[in-house]
C-alpha cells in the first residue's frame, strides 16, 4: 500500500545508520569494476591541484553502475595499453565496495560511473520541471517520488515502511502513474524528482531524518541480467 508521507511524523526518530547499515543496504547492488589477474580493482590517483604541502588525493576505484561503460573503458585501455591485457570486469556487490572502502587501511575512494542513460533523462526531467537555478551536474542519478508540498511517497509492506528509490526512472513511472490515476480526491499529485547516489551515502550516517533512513535502493533488472551474464548466472 503506498500512502501520504504525513504518516512519517509517528515514526521514531531514526538513529543516525552506521557503516554497516549503509553498507547492507548497498549489499543488493550490483557494480563492475576493472580488475588485474589478482582480483585487485584497477585505481587511479588524481595529480594535486591543492596548494602546496596539502593532503595527496587518494586513489580511486572505478565504480560502473553499468556493464557496457564498463566494458568500453576496459576495451579503449587495452587498445592504448598492451600492458592491460590481463585487466578484466567483476561483478560485486556495491555494500562490499563500500564496506572495502571503510577501512582505514584501504585509503581509497570511490569514483561512481553512472549509467549514461540516465544522467541524460534526469537533465531532461530537471529542465522539464524548469526550477530556476537547478541542473543536473554530476553523480549517479536516482528517482524518487514526492507529493508536491507534502514529502515523498513511502511503501508499507508487512509493518515496515520504506521510500522506494529508484536508479531507473521508467521503472518509477509506471508506479507515479499509478498513484496519481487512484490517489483520493483531494489529495496532492506525485511527480518524479532527482537525487543522487552520492548524497545518499554523504548524508545517511550524518542525517537523522525520518525518510532519508527509510530510503531503499531499487535496482533495475537489466542491471541484475547483465551481472548475472559476467557471473554465470550465479
Known amino acids: 500500500m503506498i500512502y501520504l508521507p504525513q504518516a512519517l511524523a509517528h515514526v521514531q526518530a531514526p538513529k543516525i545508520l552506521t557503516a554497516a547499515q549503509i553498507a547492507t543496504r548497498l549489499d543488493g547492488v ?8 589478482q582480483g585487485q580493482p584497477l585505481t587511479a590517483t588524481q595529480n594535486p591541484t591543492g596548494p602546496e604541502g596539502a593532503a595527496k588525493p587518494k586513489p580511486a576505484i572505478g565504480v560502473f553502475l553499468r556493464q557496457k561503460p564498463a566494458a568500453a573503458f576496459l576495451e579503449a585501455l587495452q587498445k592504448r595499453d598492451p600492458a592491460a591485457a590481463a585487466l578484466k570486469l567483476k561483478v560485486v556487490s556495491l555494500g562490499e565496495v563500500y564496506r572495502n572502502a571503510q577501512k582505514p587501511e584501504a585509503n581509497i575512494s570511490l569514483a561512481f560511473i553512472p549509467d549514461p542513460e540516465q544522467v541524460e533523462l534526469a537533465k531532461k526531467l530537471i529542465a522539464q520541471q524548469a526550477k530556476p537555478g537547478v541542473a543536473f551536474t554530476a553523480g549517479v542519478p536516482l528517482f ?21 528509490v529508484f536508479f531507473s526512472l521508467a521503472d518509477l513511472t509506471p508506479v507515479v502513474e499509478r498513484y496519481n490515476k487512484q490517489k483520493p480526491e483531494g489529495t496532492p499529485e506525485a ?7 552520492e548524497f545518499l551515502l554523504q548524508n545517511w550516517g550524518v542525517k537523522p531524518d525520518p525518510a532519508l533512513a527509510q530510503m531503499q535502493l531499487l535496482i533495475n533488472k537489466a542491471v541484475v541480467d547483465e551481472a548475472k551474464t559476467l557471473t554465470g548466472g550465479s
Open 30 to 37: 550490483p557494480c563492475f569494476l576493472i580488475v588485474n589477474a
Open 191 to 197: 511527480k518524479i524528482v532527482v537525487t543522487t547516489l
Open 144 to 164: 524518487i517520488a514526492e507529493l508536491t508540498g507534502k514529502g515523498l511517497l513511502n511503501v508499507s509492506q508487512n509493518g515496515k515502511t520504506t521510500v522506494p
